[in-house]
């Protein structure tokens, strides 16, 4: 009885690092709001501390969907351009990079994303990922055995731009951290075949312009060159090794074979 009169609630705890749970816990309709945070196991408790002080100074720091998570380490461009010169790479620095990001992921290569602050939390969401074509059926058998080494049948969340998601899956709050395991929409599930769970479900991830300015430009220049605006979105890592922080590890990676570009 007391949770029917609560209109909004946020799930803290490991628990709700699991998108079928929190999808179903919405489903359910009991809360009119349910909000799934970008790392509600032990490691947010950071941000609680830093928040409750915040809150305090009254500072409007949140977007309508949640907390930017690119809370992480960045790097300047000098030394980023000084660990390459280091493994005696050549290298440019093109015009338009998100065009070319998003021309490589057509031609079904998987790309590796290294840009300004890292992602806070336990899920990349485009400043430290792996990039891929969602509707290549390969895309997901060549990240499981090549980079991630796990199951097979395990898919990959679909990165959607926000004028575009209510087209493909029906929620009154989209996540913004991949924290979800929303439905779509019948007509579209064979079109993405790489980011769709059995269950026709998928973990997508909400991709706010403003939050996210560098990866929506990748997903719109993706979305004129196919007309799918989303692309697959992995962490940046392999087997085994946490999601990378520096330059140095996403050189490592590219050098290992482990990302075509």
């Given at each position: 009885?007391?949770?029917?009169?609560?209109?909004?609630?946020?799930?803290?705890?490991?628990?709700?690092?699991?998108?079928?749970?929190?999808?179903?816990?919405?489903?359910?309709?009991?809360?009119?709001?349910?909000?799934?945070?970008?790392?509600?196991?032990?490691?947010?408790?950071?941000?609680?501390?830093?928040?409750?002080?915040?809150?305090?100074?009254?500072?409007?720091?949140?977007?309508?969907?949640?907390?930017?998570?690119?809370?992480?380490?960045?790097?300047?461009?000098?030394?980023?351009?000084?660990?390459?010169?280091?493994?005696?790479?050549?290298?440019?620095?093109?015009?338009?990079?998100?065009?070319?990001?998003?021309?490589?992921?057509?031609?079904?290569?998987?790309?590796?994303?290294?840009?300004?602050?890292?992602?806070?939390?336990?899920?990349?969401?485009?400043?430290?990922?792996?990039?891929?074509?969602?509707?290549?059926?390969?895309?997901?058998?060549?990240?499981?055995?090549?980079?991630?080494?796990?199951?097979?049948?395990?898919?990959?969340?679909?990165?959607?731009?926000?004028?575009?998601?209510?087209?493909?899956?029906?929620?009154?709050?989209?996540?913004?951290?991949?924290q979800k395991a929303e439905d779509?929409?019948?007509?579209?599930?064979?079109?993405?075949?790489?980011?769709?769970?059995?269950?026709?479900?998928?973990?997508?991830?909400?991709?706010?312009?403003?939050?996210?300015?560098?990866?929506?430009?990748?997903?719109?220049?993706?979305?004129?060159?196919?007309?799918?605006?989303?692309?697959?979105?992995?962490?940046?890592?392999?087997?085994?090794?946490?999601?990378?922080?520096?330059?140095?590890?996403?050189?490592?990676?590219?050098?290992?074979?482990?990302?075509?570009?």
């Amino acid at each position: 009885k007391y949770f029917k009169k609560t209109d909004n609630i946020v799930f803290s705890g490991g628990l709700f690092l699991n998108v079928k749970i929190n999808a179903d816990i919405e489903k359910e309709g009991i809360f009119k709001n349910c909000f799934f945070p970008m790392s509600p196991s032990d490691s947010g408790l950071s941000l609680g501390g830093i928040f409750s002080q915040r809150i305090k100074l009254n500072k409007k720091f949140f977007s309508k969907y949640g907390l930017s998570p690119l809370l992480g380490p960045s790097f300047t461009e000098s030394e980023i351009t000084s660990i390459i010169k280091k493994f005696k790479m050549r290298f440019s620095i093109p015009s338009k990079l998100e065009k070319d990001i998003a021309s490589e992921i057509e031609k079904k290569k998987i790309v590796g994303v290294f840009n300004g602050r890292a992602e806070f939390g336990q899920r990349s969401l485009g400043s430290r990922s792996i990039l891929a074509d969602p509707r290549n059926k390969m895309s997901k058998n060549i990240l499981n055995q090549k980079i991630k080494r796990r199951d097979w049948f395990m898919p990959f969340a679909p990165a959607v731009i926000d004028n575009k998601f209510k087209k493909y899956f029906k929620t009154k709050i989209p996540s913004m951290y991949m924290q979800k395991a929303e439905d779509l929409n019948k007509k579209f599930r064979k079109l993405i075949p790489s980011a769709v769970h059995v269950n026709n479900t998928c973990r997508a991830q909400f991709v706010d312009r403003k939050v996210f300015p560098f990866f929506w430009r990748i997903l719109k220049e993706f979305y004129k060159k196919t007309s799918i605006p989303i692309v697959l979105n992995t962490s940046f890592n392999r087997h085994g090794i946490s999601t990378i922080c520096t330059p140095r590890q996403a050189v490592e990676h590219l050098l290992e074979g482990n990302i075509d570009i």
